[in-house]
């Protein structure tokens, strides 16, 4: 069954979180944690071995609505043994039931209002973009997200609620390296008005988003990442989801959007932007817009090594683009951080030591 022992490992507390602390969100120790107080700063993780593979450092509860099905749902975040990858353990189904679901390109069933991941079944989670890019963001290798209900809660519409979660526990380095998904050759998709393109990097991952908008509360606006884990705390993880009122109307009469508030969505009615608090950065579209890509991405089951190119972006064409990736077998390679290659099927052995590419952090 679930396994959530932490592999033997160097661990790592990045700081306590007790400023703006909710009660929705738990780290495991509760008060015997020995957590400092202070905001995390993530500060800690550059002390983890770099090129190993990373879990948590102990357990996560979350509570929280879902934004489309306003369901209620109990998150739990689980540490996991290396060369797990992100499994999603979907509880609470008909006669109770459970499956676990990788939280791989594969695995998607859905992209048109969010990111849904599925199996044969029909059991699924929705809306996880924001979760799995806060895994992904803060390189976060191996976790079990145990969920309770159809939907992740889509908190406060950002993904700075998981990231302080995750800083409160830390994160703790296991005994394996770390695989990345390297790009081999440019590959294009379009669907739509949307397009996106991989391309090959020297090192990291390097992203570039652009959002076209008509009307002047968005308009036109384009930011490029370096990404790695402070990048992503500063630049990328507190940009709130958003939406036109007269499309969220539109939703609500479809049964979608039910949960969605002032307090998880940036709200725009003509050129006005509705929240009170207004933006959180000047262009917060168009960095949301990254942190979907993030999580969408994260789905290859490997960090990317390459640059991602898309305009227009959405779940749908960053699941295209990745299913484009694997479908093509000589766009990319898996390989493992450090001085050894990873050998995959058949004996065919790729990939290189590649230590100065291999380090994804800032
Ligand atoms: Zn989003």
């Known amino acids: 069954m679930l396994d959530t022992r932490v592999a033997s490992g160097e661990t790592v507390r990045a700081g306590g979180f007790q400023t703006g602390r909710r009660d929705d969100v738990r780290g495991g120790g509760g008060s015997r944690s020995p957590v400092a107080a202070g905001r995390a700063s993530g500060r800690g993780r550059d002390l983890l071995k770099s090129g190993f593979q990373t879990t948590l450092a102990d357990r996560i509860e979350i509570r929280g609505l879902g934004v489309h099905s306003a369901a209620p749902a109990r998150l739990i975040l689980h540490p996991a043994d290396v060369d797990s990858g992100i499994v999603i353990l979907r509880t ?41 890019a806060a895994l992904s963001g803060l390189q976060i290798d191996n976790a079990i997200v145990e969920i309770d209900g159809p939907e992740v809660p889509i908190m406060d519409g950002s993904a700075a609620q998981f990231i302080d ?19 081999l050759k440019p590959l294009h998709v379009e669907h739509g008005r949307s397009r996106a393109e991989f391309r090959p990097a020297a090192r990291g991952f390097h992203l570039d988003v652009e959002i076209d908008f008509e009307g002047a509360a968005i308009g036109r606006q384009r930011r490029a990442f370096d990404v790695g884990p402070q990048v992503f705390r500063r630049e990328i993880g507190r940009a709130r989801t958003f939406g036109y009122v007269a499309d969220v109307k539109k939703l609500w009469q479809a049964g979608f959007a039910l949960g969605s508030s002032l307090e998880n969505s940036v709200a725009i009615d003509g050129e006005a932007i509705l929240n009170p608090e207004g933006l959180r950065y000047c262009d917060e579209f168009v ?5 979907d890509a993030i999580g969408d991405l994260s789905l290859a089951g490997a960090a990317i090594v390459g640059a991602y190119h898309v305009y ?8 295209l683009a990745l299913s484009a990736l694997f479908a093509d077998r000589k766009a990319y390679e898996i390989v493992e951080g450090g001085p050894r290659p990873y050998r995959a099927g058949a004996g065919a052995q790729v990939g290189l030591a590649a230590t100065a590419w291999a380090a994804n952090a800032d």
């Open 165 to 183: 979660a995750i800083d409160a526990v830390g994160a703790a380095s296991q005994s394996r390296r770390r695989r990345y998904l390297k790009v």
């Open 92 to 132: 609470g189904l008909p006669g109770g039931h459970e499956r676990l679901i990788e939280a791989k390109w594969s695995n998607v069933t859905q992209t048109s209002l969010c990111t849904v991941l599925g199996d044969s079944t029909g059991a699924g989670v929705a809306t996880v973009e924001h979760l799995l």
């Open 287 to 291: 960095r949301h817009k990254a942190l």
């Open 312 to 319: 227009r972006p959405g779940h749908t064409v960053n699941a």
